[in-house]
């Protein structure tokens, strides 16, 4: 893929909790934004996986997860269909790592745009969208 993006930050909650939060496939309509009018349908166990959202922002998209990493508390998915912010391609690794006040949240996603889209923007976009689902994330795991 053509273009990566990545965004970390330390949230306010344990490990365990998180990595409880973030293994479960489903969990995304919790933290995602639209989620609490989206839908969701979790389809299969463990790698190979998928999930269908249906969300305000990004309209239906199908994510197949790619990796389950429980040692390194890491999840990878990819986007398997429809073009959410204009990506026609999309992997994104997601991964916690115990910190001194709470744990360490860092995303790393590779994309292609599709053509009569800007890459720089999408990009933007995307770490935007990081950002926020970042902050759902740390909200709906503190609860």
């Excluded at 391609?89 to 115990?98: D, K, M, T, W």
């Excluded at 001194?100 to 995307?126: R, T």
Aim: one cysteine or more; hydrophobic letters at 35%; proline letters at 2%.
């Amino acid at each position: 893929m053509n273009h990566s993006v990545s965004y970390s930050r330390t949230i306010e909650a344990g490990l365990e909790t998180s990595w409880s939060a973030l293994r479960d496939f489903g969990s995304l309509i919790h933290w995602v934004k639209g989620g609490d009018v989206g839908s969701i349908t979790v389809s299969g166990d463990g790698v190979g996986m998928t999930r269908d959202l249906n969300l305000p922002s990004v309209g239906k998209v199908q994510h197949c997860l790619e990796e389950m990493d429980e040692a390194n508390h890491l999840i990878a998915y990819s986007l398997t269909r429809g073009q959410p912010l204009g990506m026609q391609e999309y992997v994104v690794s997601i991964s916690l790592r115990a910190s001194a006040d709470g744990c360490d949240m860092k995303w790393e996603g590779e994309f292609d745009a599709a053509p009569e889209v800007n890459a720089e923007e999408l990009a933007s976009n995307l770490k935007h969208a990081y950002e926020g689902m970042t902050e759902l994330f740390e909200r709906f795991v503190g609860n």
